[in-house]
């Protein structure tokens, strides 16, 4: 089954966990996952069983300091506060 994915949740904890995501690019897997470094988006059940044999490559350390980066507590509530901050 596929689906818009509203957020991810699911994404980061694999990344943080160093584990590359595979995913279609629906939702929000392309503002999670960057392509070729924290997992791979494809479009079709070929395509991303061509990028599971390629995943094994990625570097853990990437995947988990992308998510520290990006999806902290500190970078999520900074970023909200800029978004509230813009609304206002």
């Known amino acids: 089954m596929q689906w818009?994915?509203?957020f991810g949740m699911v994404m980061i904890e694999a990344l943080a966990a160093g584990t590359p995501v595979?995913?279609?690019p629906r939702g929000s897997a392309p503002e999670i996952i960057e392509h070729g470094v924290t997992g791979f988006l494809?479009?079709?059940?070929d395509a991303l069983?061509?990028?599971?044999q390629r995943a094994s490559g990625l570097d853990r350390h990437d995947c988990r300091s992308a998510v520290e980066t990006r999806f902290s507590a500190e970078a999520m509530t900074r970023k909200y506060v800029e978004l509230f901050e813009d609304v206002l």
């Open 4 to 6: 818009d994915e509203p």
């Open 22 to 24: 595979l995913a279609t």
């Open 42 to 45: 494809a479009s079709g059940t």
């Open 49 to 52: 069983a061509s990028c599971l």
